[in-house]
């Protein structure tokens, strides 16, 4: 794309670029000077140090090496000294201490913590600081001390509607320690699939997941692989609701007769365990056993949100058996099953986590409520003496710009009472519309603003500085092994049947994908509906728009006339490709878009006067090209509407 | 960047796409419809099987899934039948049949062949057939018969100038299959490095390998990945020169007085094994011995290259030796040599391979000479009855053209007698500027078009048509997991800071990398100097020039205008940034070569003829402009020099 932003703004570009850290640290002091990072550098642990403290100075020495494309040498002076004052206790509990400080000078670097996790926390934030200067890469000169604002600062992934394989999960481990999140929750059974290999009941997995699946040694992998990263992975097994794929081998589980099939449409179903009988507790006390030993952290999901009541109205014997209890109410049935599941839990020595619908009296107040509906779900949880984590307001389907997310605070609206109740926030990535390779673009970058949310004091609110800030972070995310930038380019590629696809670059550029409410798929069989589309290789937010908020008018016109040209370029190479038809529309209006900013940019430019309403037309115009097409809105209409709005004034 | 050739030339796309096949089969009937490519799509094996083949078949559908974006549903009808006639033969020999059938049509496709390594070269063939059409995903109808013009097609790769994990190896591995190259060299010691684990001899990684070697559960994992793919691994142990590794552990086998130490410079050096002492033939046998059990392959390539004599020279006891053995000059020496080494291998089960330089008498007639300097030297190769592999013509660090390797043919000037003997040809990667993070760029493409030239029929030749089918053969090529088009993206935005880089992609796909022979340094340690400047993140060949050879003048405006501004897009990025400080000279280069280019279109576009002399100073100027700069030639000028040309007529 032909952008001039710079050329027109070298002032901004003379200015010391604000440092690119993110989670923001709770309190930075820059100094002067910078400490130089060559071949040589390297770092040195003072003190005790273990085999899990020299892995984690590899993987940062490694990833150093990565990210400046320096050849590190083994043996030189150290850089950066490491003091980690207790090492030793390889616990990782909710609460524990993450603080560390850093100081950097033109001599050296040091890095302190209490604890291993806060090392790991101080590896992240230096590695943050590399950047090309005036002698090479360096780290400025600076003082951070840090400390997370939540102990709770989480990434659930559904794994369920569409299969992530281990190293997609590893890699975003990765990327969520990267900016500091420590709590990996991984939605790991629901209608669509059952995906944790269980030896006691294989026909879950062999039955309920179409051969995808983790195996214990797998899942072992995992944890170890989060824990030596400052993560806790909580399991989620849901129930008594989105259990269809458990029934596909264990029918006799359910309210209703089976036979039970795998789930392929998205929704909220009917299949239900069956709550009044023991054989239902028996086997849950089975398998929730064994998986209590496979995922040690204490914290175990049940689920239990969008129970579906049908299946429990028709059944005569839980009818009865409800009667029998005094259960008035499918509400109280659930809260029923909560309890004995929760007894279960108790008994394998793991505290209960459930999405809002668990909430009500009679449970532990250990208990933790995960409101995906928001305050008032969560006064009402602390009231009752629950815990509550937040995640209205972070799902992440619903592919909102960065700043929405970032804008919301996990205590905002929460009275002083339910304040001390509150652990802190999950952001939650569900994947009707997500697969394996889309994933990364779908929680990345925008993770790393709501990571900031979660880990900086409440009062980092910049939204300008987050989004110039996320630019780097992005990038420097790369080096992770995330691929949420470089995964839609070979996309883009397959949908241009190998030709140079610069056309349709320049339109996935100028667009957003909608998330799951613009994306609705009623198809009998929507989970194998490939995610092959347009819509699927476009990011959720356009990083190209956004640097046009400030572009001058010769650099806006090169911009709105490639954007002009884009129909007939596009056209060519969409002849005879079934992919594409959809996307022609789509460049017809981007087409649209571009000459309607040319037009507004002769008017703007000759300072000729545009007649009397033609603005106005233009802005009703712009209106009806935002329209959706092929699930994919035009950002570049706000780019437009920016411009045509300065010949109204 | 702004390019439109595709508005301009619409009849170009409305033609049917010839055949994205590379290598070219020997004989290609195209039918008429396709084979729909859906969810359904499924291989059958008909007859006899194995683990092998099921795991081929398993690589085969995972790649089919990757390249379309479909999820593979199990269950559904084949669409794929293949045959594998002996298919119980598990050896990997050289000269095997690697023929096969591929039979498409509009009901199913069928696959067969006499050997398992025909039917992967097959599953290649049709996953390149593979393309987006009128009704989604298809294979068009047509039949192939297709087998090998040479039955040596090999890829050297010097893992020892840089270091190239596993991973980097077996990515490579998968893409030389994807083209159907059956040899694997594996350039394993060289003065800077010796990169096997010995347990015989340990000091030969333990000081010889700055700690980057291969354990030899490492090695056996490569020979059987490469194995599964239909690739032999031939490995090099070079000697008696550039030895300088293996004498930093064991001084002894030297032909002066240590110690030594890593070699850390590029060139030919003075060490070198001591051909006079038998203490040299037992360490040898012990560990060829030892690293015969490690590669099963019957080839075995002892290097043999740029022996420097100036250690023998000076050697009393080696001189005496000579005088004993009636050796009357180095060359002599070098042949005695040879001949015991050769004796060594042939104990151990294997068929020596060696560089031009060990050609000479008295060496056993199954030898086999690797010609890197090329014609004659083959021909005198094949007096002796010895065989031969060409790789003159394929030295992939000079960086060239792909058409430059595409026309050397291996028969060229090969007189009658000498043709029988040669087995084929091998592409070198010779490591001195190249890093794990570069690798691929430097290798692939280009390696297509000389795997066409190794595999297909002699009368294959058409360069146009290379390259017209190595634009999407190169993309295609992703799938396969190599990182020939992705991995310059984050090396440029590295150089950028983290800050929008799309004036660094607009020259660096203006640019071509210099090879080898410009980038010579003296650097004391030049290999510990990184490779993440511009010139690391160029393309050896620019795809953007060529394919501006037939665009059209709106096209070129938009273009050149874009290279006008770069220099002014630069600068600001180029701000206390050192690492571009090199390359601010070339983006004042760019944008005085776009803004000639402007001034030639105003020209042509106006029909004002330009004032007398004025193309011919273009000219000079232009020529000027192509001189290279931070080790980078501004592909850009010859674009403008063909416009430019337009006004001279």
Same mark, same amino acid.
């Given at each position: 794309?032909?952008?001039?932003?710079?050329?027109?703004?070298?002032?901004?570009?003379?200015?010391?670029?604000?440092?690119?850290?993110?989670?923001?640290?709770?309190?930075?002091?820059?100094?002067?000077?910078?400490?130089?990072?060559?071949?040589?550098?390297?770092?040195?642990?003072?003190?005790?140090?273990?085999?899990?403290?020299?892995?984690?100075?590899?993987?940062?020495?490694?990833?150093?090496?990565?990210?400046?494309?320096?050849?590190?040498?083994?043996?030189?002076?150290?850089?950066?000294?490491?003091?980690?004052?207790?090492?030793?206790?390889?616990?990782?509990?909710?609460?524990?201490?993450?603080?560390?400080?850093?100081?950097?000078?033109?001599?050296?670097?040091?890095?302190?913590?209490?604890?291993?996790?806060?090392?790991?926390?101080?590896?992240?934030?230096?590695?943050?600081?590399?950047?090309?200067?005036?002698?090479?890469?360096?780290?400025?000169?600076?003082?951070?001390?840090?400390?997370?604002?939540?102990?709770?600062?989480?990434?659930?992934?559904?794994?369920?509607?569409?299969?992530?394989?281990?190293?997609?999960?590893?890699?975003?481990?990765?990327?969520?320690?990267?900016?500091?999140?420590?709590?990996?929750?991984?939605?790991?059974?629901?209608?669509?699939?059952?995906?944790?290999?269980?030896?006691?009941?294989?026909?879950?997995?062999?039955?309920?997941?179409?051969?995808?699946?983790?195996?214990?040694?797998?899942?072992?992998?995992?944890?170890?692989?989060?824990?030596?990263?400052?993560?806790?992975?909580?399991?989620?097994?849901?129930?008594?609701?989105?259990?269809?794929?458990?029934?596909?081998?264990?029918?006799?589980?359910?309210?209703?007769?089976?036979?039970?099939?795998?789930?392929?449409?998205?929704?909220?179903?009917?299949?239900?365990?069956?709550?009044?009988?023991?054989?239902?507790?028996?086997?849950?006390?089975?398998?929730?056993?064994?998986?209590?030993?496979?995922?040690?952290?204490?914290?175990?999901?049940?689920?239990?949100?969008?129970?579906?009541?049908?299946?429990?109205?028709?059944?005569?014997?839980?009818?009865?058996?409800?009667?029998?209890?005094?259960?008035?109410?499918?509400?109280?049935?659930?809260?029923?099953?909560?309890?004995?599941?929760?007894?279960?839990?108790?008994?394998?020595?793991?505290?209960?986590?459930?999405?809002?619908?668990?909430?009500?009296?009679?449970?532990?107040?250990?208990?933790?409520?995960?409101?995906?509906?928001?305050?008032?779900?969560?006064?009402?949880?602390?009231?009752?003496?629950?815990?509550?984590?937040?995640?209205?307001?972070?799902?992440?389907?619903?592919?909102?710009?960065?700043?929405?997310?970032?804008?919301?605070?996990?205590?905002?609206?929460?009275?002083?009472?339910?304040?001390?109740?509150?652990?802190?926030?999950?952001?939650?990535?569900?994947?009707?519309?997500?697969?394996?390779?889309?994933?990364?673009?779908?929680?990345?970058?925008?993770?790393?603003?709501?990571?900031?949310?979660?880990?900086?004091?409440?009062?980092?609110?910049?939204?300008?500085?987050?989004?110039?800030?996320?630019?780097?972070?992005?990038?420097?995310?790369?080096?992770?092994?995330?691929?949420?930038?470089?995964?839609?380019?070979?996309?883009?590629?397959?949908?241009?049947?190998?030709?140079?696809?610069?056309?349709?670059?320049?339109?996935?550029?100028?667009?957003?994908?909608?998330?799951?409410?613009?994306?609705?798929?009623?198809?009998?069989?929507?989970?194998?509906? +490939? =995610?092959? %589309?347009?819509?699927? /290789? $476009?990011?959720?937010?356009?990083?190209?728009?956004? *640097?046009?908020?400030?572009? #001058?008018?010769?650099?806006?016109?090169?911009?709105?006339?490639?954007?002009?040209?884009?129909?007939?370029?596009?056209?060519?190479?969409?002849?005879?490709?079934?992919?594409?038809?959809?996307?022609? +529309? =789509?460049? %017809?209006?981007?087409? /649209? $878009?571009?000459?309607?900013?040319?037009?507004?940019? *002769?008017?703007?430019?000759? #300072?000729?006067?545009?007649?009397?309403?033609?603005?106005?037309?233009?802005?009703?115009?712009?209106?009806?090209?935002?329209?959706?097409?092929?699930?994919?809105?035009?950002?570049?209409?706000?780019?437009?509407?920016?411009?045509?709005?300065?010949?109204?004034?």
């Amino acid at each position: 794309m032909g952008r001039l932003a710079w050329l027109l703004l070298p002032i901004a570009f003379a200015q010391a670029a604000p440092l690119a850290l993110m989670p923001m640290p709770a309190k930075v002091v820059e100094g002067s000077g910078f400490l130089r990072i060559d071949a040589g550098f390297r770092v040195q642990i003072e003190g005790r140090t273990d085999s899990r403290l020299r892995a984690a100075v590899d993987r940062f020495t490694a990833r150093v090496a990565r990210q400046t494309g320096i050849l590190l040498v083994p043996g030189n002076h150290a850089a950066l000294q490491v003091v980690c004052r207790k090492c030793e206790d390889e616990t990782l509990a909710l609460g524990e201490d993450e603080s560390y400080q850093l100081d950097v000078s033109s001599d050296g670097a040091s890095l302190q913590a209490n604890t291993f996790t806060g090392i790991l926390r101080g590896f992240e934030t230096f590695s943050q600081l590399i950047a090309p200067g005036p002698a090479g890469f360096q780290a400025p000169a600076v003082r951070i001390e840090d400390q997370p604002r939540f102990p709770w600062r989480g990434l659930m992934l559904d794994v369920c509607r569409h299969w992530m394989p281990v190293a997609v999960v590893e890699r975003n481990i990765d990327a969520m320690a990267a900016v500091k999140l420590n709590v990996f929750h991984w939605h790991l059974s629901d209608d669509q699939g059952f995906r944790v290999e269980s030896r006691k009941f294989p026909k879950l997995q062999q039955l309920g997941s179409d051969g995808n699946f983790y195996t214990q040694a797998e899942v072992r992998e995992v944890v170890a692989y989060a824990r030596d990263r400052g993560i806790r992975v909580v399991p989620e097994f849901d129930m008594p609701g989105h259990t269809t794929a458990w029934l596909v081998g264990y029918p006799g589980l359910g309210s209703a007769p089976g036979p039970y099939a795998i789930e392929r449409k998205w929704g909220i179903f009917e299949p239900a365990l069956d709550p009044s009988r023991e054989s239902t507790y028996s086997f849950l006390d089975g398998l929730l056993g064994e998986m209590a030993s496979l995922f040690p952290d204490p914290y175990f999901h049940m689920g239990g949100d969008e129970v579906e009541e049908v299946q429990w109205k028709r059944s005569g014997t839980i009818q009865a058996f409800a009667r029998e209890h005094h259960l008035s109410n499918s509400g109280e049935i659930q809260a029923y099953f909560n309890r004995r599941v929760q007894k279960i839990l108790q008994k394998h020595g793991k505290m209960m986590v459930g999405w809002d619908e668990v909430s009500g009296p009679g449970l532990a107040t250990d208990t933790v409520i995960q409101s995906w509906r928001g305050g008032a779900s969560m006064a009402e949880a602390a009231a009752q003496g629950y815990r509550s984590i937040l995640s209205f307001g972070y799902y992440l389907d619903a592919l909102q710009p960065a700043a929405v997310h970032y804008r919301v605070d996990p205590l905002a609206g929460v009275d002083a009472r339910t304040v001390p109740h509150i652990l802190g926030a999950e952001a939650c990535m569900w994947s009707e519309y997500v697969s394996a390779e889309t994933v990364d673009s779908r929680i990345w970058p925008r993770m790393a603003a709501i990571a900031e949310r979660f880990w900086s004091p409440r009062e980092v609110t910049d939204t300008d500085s987050m989004y110039e800030r996320l630019v780097p972070i992005s990038r420097w995310l790369e080096w992770t092994g995330i691929q949420h930038r470089s995964a839609a380019g070979p996309m883009l590629d397959r949908l241009a049947g190998g030709r140079p696809a610069g056309a349709l670059r320049v339109l996935a550029a100028a667009s957003e994908a909608l998330g799951i409410a613009g994306r609705r798929n009623l198809n009998e069989n929507a989970s194998r509906v +490939p =995610l092959n %589309r347009f819509v699927d /290789a $476009v990011p959720p937010e356009s990083e190209t728009v956004r *640097d046009l908020e400030h572009a #001058g008018n010769p650099e806006l016109r090169a911009v709105f006339t490639e954007w002009a040209e884009n129909e007939a370029r596009m056209k060519p190479m969409a002849e005879g490709n079934a992919l594409l038809k959809e996307v022609l +529309p =789509l460049a %017809r209006n981007l087409s /649209a $878009v571009g000459r309607i900013g040319l037009k507004t940019l *002769d008017y703007l430019d000759s #300072g000729q006067p545009a007649p009397e309403g033609w603005a106005a037309t233009q802005i009703v115009a712009l209106q009806k090209l935002e329209e959706p097409l092929a699930q994919v809105r035009l950002a570049a209409v706000q780019v437009v509407r920016r411009v045509v709005s300065k010949i109204q004034k």
